[in-house]
Nanobody
Framework: QVQLVESGGGLVQAGDSLRLSCAAS????????MAWFRQAPGKEREFVAG????????YYTDSVKGRFTISRDNAKNTVYLQMNTLKPEDTAVYYC???????????????????WGQGTQVTVSS
């Protein structure tokens, strides 16, 4: 059974930084995609960033380009989301997700992902 455990959320002020972590366990990972999604109150879940595990290439939604960086540590089976210059509109519950079957395609649709973490709250005050 695959498990994804997120950490690193919190309350910060606009302009601050946070780093989220998502540790994956439960099986051997080779070719897959991990991604971060977020869901703000009253809004639908949205894709934030994704990374191909093998190649390390990444894709971001436009609103976070230049501010957020997704990365992975192969040895630790962990993916990170470094969030800089945070804005109040970044406030949301952030979820990591794992796609085992997409053959390296970074999907923005959450339905393509097989496993999800429990979520971590990020609150950015103005």
């Amino acid at each position: 059974q695959v498990q994804l455990v997120e950490s690193g959320g919190g309350l910060v002020q606009a302009g601050d930084s946070l780093r989220l972590s998502c540790a994956a366990s439960g099986r051997t990972f080779s070719s897959y995609v991990m991604a971060w999604f977020r869901q703000a109150p009253g809004k639908e879940r949205e894709f934030v960033a994704g990374i191909r595990w093998g190649a390390g290439s990444a894709y971001y939604t436009d609103s976070v380009k230049g501010r957020f960086t997704i990365s992975r540590d192969n040895a630790k089976n962990t993916v990170y989301l470094q969030m800089n210059t945070l804005k109040p509109e970044d406030t949301a519950v952030y979820y990591c997700a794992l796609d085992l079957d997409g053959y390296g395609t970074i999907f923005v649709e959450g339905t393509q992902y097989d496993y999800w973490g429990q979520g971590t709250q990020v609150t950015v005050s103005s």
